[in-house]
């Protein structure tokens, strides 16, 4: 994906080997917990597609993180990945700001600039799964609605809390509702996570909290 002027205040670099070290310090403080995987995610989406475990190079078609720059500064992460089966949609990947910036707007901004960057590259819709009434994701509750995404409720638990998916139409068109075939148990967090296809796997790991 080229790097491309954002309308949004916040500027999105995109990942490399040069700035990884400082892309992993701001992403390792905003998911704890999850410090590793990201660092996988990140020098993962880097190496060439050949060495991506076969379950990763069959599902995801494009895969790319970024550093959220404000003023020269690096103020949080996102990130987009397409899937072989829906090339159409696209899925955000490790979204958030530093803890101190926030409360102030900036989240909002850095959600702008990821659905300029998705709408430009032509996606129909934009799609990301995350938890309801759980810390620190309670704002990016209200943050996802606010914005217009459409929740739909799954069946599916992380850490114990209900996980949603949130859909945004990027053309002007409400998105389909995400169909899944949520019957494969997959190894979780708990005995309640569940997940639909390899795919959704995949987004478990990409994305949010295993
Ligand atoms: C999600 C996150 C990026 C939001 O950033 P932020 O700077 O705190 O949020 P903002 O100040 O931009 O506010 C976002 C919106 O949420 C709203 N909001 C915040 N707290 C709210 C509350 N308690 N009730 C209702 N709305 C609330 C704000 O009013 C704002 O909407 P508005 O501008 O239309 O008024 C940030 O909280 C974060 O990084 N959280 C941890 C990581 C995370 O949750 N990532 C997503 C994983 S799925």
Avoid at 19 to 24: D, K, R, V, Y
Avoid at 67 to 78: E, Y
Avoid at 134 to 159: H, M, R, W
Avoid at 160 to 171: E, H, K, N, T
Wanted: proline fraction near 5%; glycine fraction near 6%; include cysteine.
């Amino acid at each position: 994906m080229p790097i491309e002027k954002q309308t949004s205040l916040i500027n999105l670099t995109p990942l490399n080997w040069f700035n990884i070290l400082t892309a992993w310090s701001v992403a390792k403080k905003i998911f704890k917990k999850e410090a590793m995987d990201i660092l996988i995610c990140y020098s993962g989406s880097l190496l060439p597609r050949w060495l991506w475990p076969k379950i990763n190079r069959d599902a995801i078609s494009e895969l790319n993180y970024f550093i959220a720059m404000k003023d020269n500064q690096p103020v949080g992460i996102t990130g987009l990945y397409t899937t072989h089966n829906q090339p159409e949609e696209v899925w955000l990947a490790w979204f958030g700001l530093n803890e101190k910036l926030r409360g102030r707007g900036l989240g909002k901004e850095l959600m702008v600039a990821t659905i300029d960057m998705a709408r430009k590259h032509g996606y129909q819709s934009l799609r990301l799964w995350t938890t309801a009434n759980e810390e620190p994701f309670i704002v990016a509750n209200y943050l996802y609605q606010k914005l217009g995404f459409i929740a739909q409720e799954t069946d599916l638990k992380s850490y114990g809390f209900p996980v949603l998916i949130y859909s945004l139409g990027l053309s002007g068109i409400t998105p389909p509702l995400y169909k899944a075939d949520m019957t494969t148990t997959i190894g979780g967090t708990d005995s309640n996570t569940k997940s639909h296809n390899s795919i959704f796997r995949i987004l478990f790991r990409l994305y949010c909290k295993q």
